[in-house]
């Protein structure tokens, strides 16, 4: 990370402002097309699930994000990798069945339940969780996003821990093998997206 790209952990109040730019780079996502295929409302129902994610990672992980809020990475810690019923509701996912729709919301519980399978059997233990990673569209290719990954990526040195993540882009795996991560397995989600697991190793 350079001195022109000043990274920091985000407040609570910092995720929420993060939902809106960041979410603009996930619109043709295969997951966000999976979940929320009517174009018309997915603007709004991706603005409302990355706050909620963000908001989800800052109380139990961290955040990191620049001054103006348009890249960010969102972190689970060791520990709290896996997402559970109660801290969701804490942080008010209960409104994704009316933010989502029903049928967004059931396929996302057959989405989650399946990707947390295959994370927990290929990562039994201690690690660091890389839920999202995004640049808003006008900041990309401009280095905040290879920024906020590597404040997480030091922190998990710093602790001699591997590090998990999901991506449904071969875009997003090779950024990631030029990186160090290593695909660990390549499998399809609900039956229709492409999912690649992918870790990186402490050497």
Request: glycine letters at 6%; aromatic letters at 12%; one cysteine or more.
């Amino acid at each position: 990370m350079n001195e022109s790209t000043p990274i920091h952990i985000a407040t609570e109040s910092d995720s929420k402002q993060l939902g809106e730019p960041v979410s603009e780079a996930f619109f043709n996502d295969p997951m966000a097309v999976y979940l929320m295929p009517d174009e018309s409302k997915r603007r709004s129902q991706l603005k409302w699930f990355f706050s909620t994610t963000y908001r989800y990672c800052q109380r139990w992980g961290e955040v990191h994000t620049n001054d103006s809020f348009t890249a960010g990475s969102a972190w689970l810690k060791p520990g709290h990798t896996s997402m559970t019923s109660l801290n969701l509701m804490r942080i008010g996912f209960c409104q994704a069945p009316f933010r989502l729709g029903m049928t967004g919301f059931k396929n996302l519980g057959k989405f989650s339940d399946e990707a947390d399978s295959t994370h927990k059997r290929l990562m039994p233990d201690d690690h660091w969780y890389l839920l999202a990673l995004g640049v808003a569209p006008s900041s990309q290719k401009s280095g905040l996003g290879t920024a906020a990954l590597s404040a997480g990526l030091q922190k998990a040195a710093s602790s001699n821990l591997p590090v998990y993540l999901e991506t449904m882009t071969e875009q997003n795996v090779e950024y990631y093998l030029k990186r160090d991560f290593r695909v660990a397995e390549e499998y399809i989600l609900g039956s229709q997206v492409r999912t690649w697991a992918m870790i990186k190793d402490q050497t």
